[in-house]
């Protein structure tokens, strides 16, 4: 694992809370930049998608049971009267 050199500008209290920590936590503060940019670059990530589980029954390749039927004859089966009333 490589390293490289770079120079940041860091507000002068942020950077001596850092190195307060780093002193306490026993680590450089190359350490305590390392794990706030982990941190922050993690956050950002988008979270993963939420899938619906597949709940469906019967056959999926068979035939379509409620193909023979109108929107209007479902609406009257789902609501329990014609649709638009």
Do not use: C, F
Not at 5 to 24: N, Q, V, Y
Not at 63 to 76: I, R
Request: glycine residues 12%; aromatic residues 6%.
């Amino acid at each position: 694992m490589g390293y490289m050199k770079t120079t940041i500008d860091i507000h002068d209290e942020l950077l001596a809370r850092a190195k307060r920590h780093a002193r306490g936590a026993g680590v450089p503060l190359r350490a305590v930049v390392e794990e706030g940019l982990r941190l922050v670059l993690q956050a950002s990530q988008p979270a993963e998608g939420y899938r619906m589980p597949d709940l469906g029954v019967g056959d999926p390749n068979g035939d379509d049971p409620l193909e023979a039927y109108s929107w209007q004859d479902l609406s009257e089966v789902i609501y329990g009267h014609p649709q638009g009333e």
